[in-house]
């Protein structure tokens, strides 16, 4: 199982939303997409994309202004 | 109702290329459906060259105003229109170009992006993606 990860620091509004759709479309069943980023609503709004996709959301952590965000495909 | 996104996008207006295309690529990233209806002055955006020529819907000022805003939208590392389209059709969004327009303004579709369009229809192809969607916008 791999562990893929997507670096959308400094990034805006869609970025990170939609390059988190596009690791995740790549990765096979059981894969960790990782995403960390700064834009402040896709902290929330890529949580809410995966669940509506249905799939597990692992972690959600907030470093200073970074966050990371892990799911499992 | 499908979970899907339909939008018309009618307006060649800069800022509004910006809404339709972020709305679309979120609706994919989220998990929906998208197609994209190219028409009238929005076709225009879709020829060669075109994509990012369009003017601001308010506040063009011959140019200046949309100068501003790009500047400001550089700083605040928006990504570009053309890295939206492409991020759309690889996300399995539908580009449709209406065929009517393309007629009426003597556009070929040599003329067009036809490495991303993958339709050249009418209102009956708009209808039917639009009677399947639970989101549907005219832009």
Known sequence: MAEIKVDCVGQNCPVPLVETRKALRKAAAGDIVEVTGTHPSSKKEIPMAARAMGLEVLDVAQEGDRWRIRIKR | ?139
Not at chain 2, 45 to 59: A, D, W, Y
């Open chain 2, 1 to 139: 109702m499908a979970d899907k996104a339909t939008i018309v996008v009618q307006s060649g207006d800069f800022d509004k290329l910006y809404s339709a295309l972020i709305i679309a690529n979120g609706a994919l990233a989220m998990g929906m459906d998208a197609s994209m209806f190219f028409t009238f002055w929005g076709l225009q955006r879709l020829k060669k060259g075109q994509l990012e020529k369009g003017q601001l819907s308010k506040m063009h000022f011959l140019g200046l105003g949309k100068w501003m805003v790009q500047r400001r939208m550089k700083k605040a590392n928006v990504v570009s229109l053309e890295q939206m389209l492409t991020d759309f059709v690889e996300l399995g969004g539908k580009l449709m170009a209406c065929d009517m327009t393309m007629e009426i303004m003597g556009i070929r579709k040599e003329d067009l992006r036809e490495d991303l369009i993958s339709d050249y229809c009418a209102v009956g192809s708009y209808i039917q993606e639009a009677r399947e969607s639970s989101i549907t916008l005219f832009i």
